[in-house]
Every structure is written in C-alpha cells, then in structure tokens.
C-alpha cells in the first residue's frame, strides 16, 4: 500500500525531555498549535477531556514483541497491538488527558504522556460514550507495590475525580484485596462495602464492579466502622479500618495497623 503522510497540527511542552522520565500517569503539559490550525480548535473548551493523537517521534519502530517492563519485567511478552508501549510499527501515541484550559492556540492539560517536542498529529473530544465501565483487558499487574499504588490511584481517580482523603484509603484495601484474590476487575469478584459514599465510588471505579449485570457492587453507607469485603468462589477477604484517625499519614502505616484482617479460604 501506499504511504500516508502526516503533517503535524501542533508540538507537545512538557518538563519530561526522554522517555523513560514520563510517569505512568503522565504529566502536565501544554500542546501549542501551530497557527494554521488554530480555527479548528473552536468549541474545543467545552470538553473536559481529550484524546491527543501522537507521533512518539523517540520510540523504536522495529518491534513486533514487548515485556511491559516499567509496570513488570517478570511478566510474559506481549505483542504491542496487545499493549501500549510505545515502541510499535507506527509509534502513535493515543492519550486521554483532562484539558484544563485553553488560552488562545494552547492546550493546558493535565496527565499527558508524551514528552517535550513530540509532534501532535490530531485532536479528539472524549465523549461519554468512550466510557466502558467494566472493559476485560490483560492483567499487568505492578512488580511491587508502588507501582500498584500509582496503577490503582489513577484508576480511582479517574472515576472519583477528586483525590479525597478517602481516595488512598481505597487504594490500600484494594492493594490487600489483590494480594489475596489476584486480580481486582474479572467478573467473579465481589466486593462490598460499608462506609462513606467517597470510599465506595474510589473502590467501585478500581474493581468496576457493577450493581448489576452481573452483580458484583454493594454497598452500605455510613460514617464509621468503615470496611470492605472482597470474594472470590469460597475466599473471602474482611478488611475493617480500626479507626478514622488512622486515615492522615496512611502509607505510613502497616496493613496490620490499619485494619483488622479476615481472610477465609
Ligand atoms: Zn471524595
């Protein structure tokens, strides 16, 4: 076939000049169009969100295989149409990133992945319909716990839309609940809750257990004794929060010191 030509519609700015010091999560960062195209960002500030379509100008462009190695070197190799390392035939780079102003031909944005003077190649709104509640994907699960944390706080986030102080809490019981029962969003793990309303949207948007088809959510609202159940078959796992104070300084503590620990099998 033939080739495609792209010509760039605007550049990335970002404090990230290599690869390997993007955070998973992305970055803040500011996309400039170029000035031939400012017209076609109108209206574009009524989206909260947007995907930016990239050229990852600094990815290898020979393979066929990868490991997702920053999450887990141990893990099997994957073909890169199964993953999104950036390395690909064609490095495109899709990223969904909130906008959070636009001032004249600049885009202020927030978890951006693309680094400073990656070419943009096109714009799109995220619209409400992209959104699959409960997507089966691969389980690249994070060599340690840090990178779950980040993993998982992202996720909660992106469904909470505010990093509350509940936000991390849900993060910790998700982590323990994953070194239990392994993986956290398959459709034979339940998960209940009991406690504020905030702790039980971050958990519903890590396990994307629904309240129904199949039902897989439920919870109980209220202000103390906070806890979380989480089962799979005939293994069921309580986490109980000892006590509300233990909520500041968090990833300070044990798992031990902070919740009262159930596990049957
Ligand atoms: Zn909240």
Redesign the pocket.
């Known amino acids: 076939m033939e080739e495609i030509v792209l010509k760039p519609v605007g550049q990335v700015l970002s404090s990230a000049e290599e690869p390997e010091d993007m955070p998973l999560g992305g970055l803040e960062a500011v996309i400039e169009i170029f000035p031939e195209y400012l017209e076609a960002l109108k209206g574009i500030e009524e989206n909260s969100h947007i995907w930016v379509l990239s050229w990852f100008h600094k990815a290898p462009r020979d393979l066929l295989r990868v490991k997702p190695g920053r999450i887990n070197p141990e893990l099997p190799e994957y073909g890169v149409f199964a993953l999104r390392a950036y390395g690909r035939p064609n490095p495109i780079g899709l990223s969904l990133a909130r906008l959070e102003r636009v001032e004249g031909h600049r885009l202020y944005l927030k978890g951006l992945d693309a680094i400073g003077g990656t070419p943009v190649i096109d714009i799109k709104p995220y619209f409400e319909n992209d959104a699959v509640f409960s997507p089966l994907t691969s389980y690249i699960k994070g060599k340690n716990r840090e990178i779950r944390q980040g993993i998982l706080s992202k996720r909660a986030l992106v469904h ?1 839309q ?1 990093e ?1 102080r ?2 991390p809490l849900a993060v910790r019981m998700a982590i323990i609940a994953e070194d239990y029962l392994g993986k956290l969003n398959s459709l034979d793990l339940f998960v209940r809750v009991r406690g504020s309303v ?1 702790l039980a ?2 958990i519903q948007g890590i396990s994307r257990a629904r309240l129904a088809n199949p039902p897989r959510f439920s919870f109980q609202q209220t202000e103390e004794n906070m806890e979380s159940e989480w089962k799979r078959g005939k293994s069921t796992l309580l986490l109980r929060l000892k006590s509300d104070a233990e909520l500041e300084g968090l990833e300070l503590r044990e798992d031990q010191e902070l919740f009262h620990i159930e596990y049957r099998e």
């Open positions: 909470h505010e509350c509940y936000l905030c949207d971050c």
